[in-house]
C-alpha cells in the first residue's frame, strides 16, 4: 500500500488507512447512529477487536485488488480518520461504500469525498459507470448519490443493521464523455 492513493479536496485528505488508525476508526465507527444504516452483514453490536480485525485482514489484505479504500482525514487534523470509503469492482451491484463519524455530519466532507473518489475511479482506473446503494430513508446517503447526478434505478429489499430499514435504492452514474 503507498501513498500513491492519496487524494485531497479542498477541506479533506484521503489516504489509505493503516493500523495507526484503528483507534480513530473505533472512536468514529463504533456508534449504532453509524452502523444502523449499513447492510445486516455488519454485526451489531460491534465486536471488540472487529475494527482491528477489519482493517488488519480487509482492508490491508485487499488494497489495491480491485479494491481500495480510502480514510478520511480533516486538513487540520491529519492524523484523525474521521470517515472511510471503500471502492471495488465487479459490483454487487454497488460499487462503492462509505461511513462518517457522527460529529462530522451535515458539512459536506461525504460529498466532497466522494467526488474525489468518482473522479479517480473514471480517470484513473478507467470505471466506465459506479453503481450505488443506499437504505430507502437514508436521506443524507441518497442526498450525496443524487448531487452527483447518479440517477435512481431502483429499490428492492435488503436487510440492514437497523430493522426499519426494509429496502435499498440503486443508482448509477455514467463516466462523463
Known amino acids: 500500500m503507498t501513498d500513491d492513493l492519496s487524494l485531497t479536496t479542498k477541506r479533506l485528505l484521503l489516504r489509505p488507512i ?3 488508525d484503528i483507534p480513530a476508526y473505533e472512536k ?7 452502523i444502523r444504516h449499513l447492510a445486516r452483514h455488519v454485526p451489531w453490536p460491534y465486536p471488540d477487536d472487529g475494527v482491528k480485525d477489519w482493517v488488519e485482514n480487509h482492508i490491508l ?5 480491485d479494491r481500495w479504500f480510502w480514510g478520511l482525514f480533516l486538513n487540520q487534523d491529519i492524523g484523525e480518520l474521521i470517515g472511510g470509503i471503500e471502492l471495488w469492482r465487479p459490483g454487487n451491484p454497488e460499487n462503492r461504500g462509505f461511513w462518517l463519524g457522527r460529529a462530522h455530519w451535515g458539512h459536506g466532507y461525504m460529498t466532497e469525498a466522494t467526488n474525489a ?7 484513473q482506473l478507467n470505471f466506465e459507470k459506479l453503481t450505488f446503494s443506499n437504505a430507502t430513508g437514508n436521506a443524507r ?3 450525496i448519490k443524487q448531487k452527483c447526478g447518479a440517477r435512481l434505478l431502483y429499490k428492492e429489499p435488503f ?19
Open 159 to 177: 436487510a440492514f443493521v437497523d430493522p426499519a430499514y426494509t429496502e435499498r435504492e440503486v443508482w448509477e452514474l455514467l463516466k462523463p464523455v
Open 141 to 143: 446517503s441518497a442526498k
Open 18 to 20: 493503516t493500523t495507526a
Open 117 to 123: 473518489v468518482t473522479d479517480f475511479a473514471f480517470n
Open 61 to 65: 489484505k485487499l488494497q489495491g485488488n
Open 28 to 34: 468514529h465507527f463504533v456508534d449504532y447512529e453509524v
